[in-house]
């Protein structure tokens, strides 16, 4: 890989540009280590011009939310034929959007949340009241709002009493114009990376989130000591499989590539619940990937540097 140049993308202007950065850097000293040349580049207005004139030999995309996981810059590599990580356009953006990927898994089989999805015109034409008594009365209290796109859980909130409601819906709304709202379920917080080598996905160890609040939103994600993990997580041998089964389940079923990262939950009956999957998940020192590729006993760096291999491989023309 010495002779080969990698651009890892971080940044942007998405709302989680700063834990982009963290990641990239992350990344980018795991690459070194392993000896891959590396060039660190924002996604600003100076990229395509810098893709067409140093046309790297393959991008790592550390984006998070927005441009990095909606298929936007994916559109923008397959354009210009350069190879890159991670899923194609298409597959990210039907991953990306949280609704569409539940009803295509609950579609194929896979447990998740009830849910619906109310866009924010919504409320200014049927009035909050009664959007809220009958979302109330469908599913339910408690309820998990989050908006129906974009990461790090920002806007994600638990609510438990129906007053809290309105309040809770404003703060999501500031994300996005349109909201999910799910059933809460109760159990045990896992994430399950799952990333592709010669024999196809595998599902790595996965880890268990006990936040202090009780709920793994943006602070508790990003701020160390607010969480505990538990690498691997705290499941018995049946139960840890099944959460491996359904992330390389979603994984496969959503078209995704290289590496993933699904959040589930394993509610006190047993039963294992697809929350959302991440297509360009977080790599920061607090980050939930870096911390089952150790638990597995593999390097960060010799993994990502192996996915490199494939998505240069793959652009490859066939003999």
């Not at 047993?270 to 597995?296: Q, R, Y």
């Not at 990502?304 to 793959?314: C, K, N, T």
Request: hydrophobic share 45%; aromatic share 4%; charged share 25%.
């Amino acid at each position: 890989m010495s002779d080969r140049c990698v651009a890892v993308l971080a940044g942007g202007l998405s709302h989680e540009r700063d834990v982009s950065l963290r990641s990239g850097r992350r990344l980018s000293v795991a690459l070194r280590s392993v000896g891959v040349t590396v060039e660190e580049w924002d996604a600003d207005a100076s990229l395509l011009p810098r893709l067409r004139e140093q046309r790297p030999d393959a991008v790592v995309i550390a984006l998070h939310g927005g441009e990095g996981e909606n298929g936007s810059i994916q559109t923008i590599l397959e354009l210009l034929d350069i190879p890159y990580v991670g899923a194609d356009a298409d597959a990210c953006r039907r991953a990306w959007d949280k609704p569409s990927a539940k009803a295509e898994l609950a579609r194929a089989g896979l447990l998740t949340p009830d849910w619906v999805v109310l866009p924010h015109r919504t409320f200014r034409e049927l009035g909050a009241r009664p959007v809220l008594d009958a979302m109330v009365e469908r599913l339910g209290l408690p309820l998990m709002l989050k908006p129906d796109q974009g990461g790090s859980a920002l806007g994600a909130q638990v609510v438990r009493a129906a007053a809290d409601l309105p309040t809770a819906m404003v703060g999501c709304l500031a994300y996005s114009d349109t909201v999910l709202a799910e059933r809460f379920v109760d159990g045990v917080e896992v994430a399950v990376t799952v990333i592709e080598g010669p024999d196809g996905p595998e599902a790595l160890p996965a880890v268990e989130i006990a936040a202090e609040t009780g709920v793994y939103d943006y602070t508790a994600r990003y701020t160390a000591g607010l969480t505990t993990f538990h690498t691997p997580a705290r499941l018995d041998a049946e139960t840890a499989a099944k959460v491996a089964d359904l992330a390389v389940s979603a994984h496969r079923l959503l078209g995704l590539r290289d590496v993933s990262r699904t959040d589930a939950i394993v509610a006190a009956d047993g039963g294992v619940h697809f929350l959302e999957v991440n297509l360009s998940p977080g790599l920061t020192e607090t980050s939930l990937v870096p911390m089952a590729i150790e638990a597995a006993g593999r390097s960060f760096g010799a993994i990502y540097a192996g996915l490199v291999d494939r998505a240069i491989a793959r652009a490859k023309p066939a003999l």
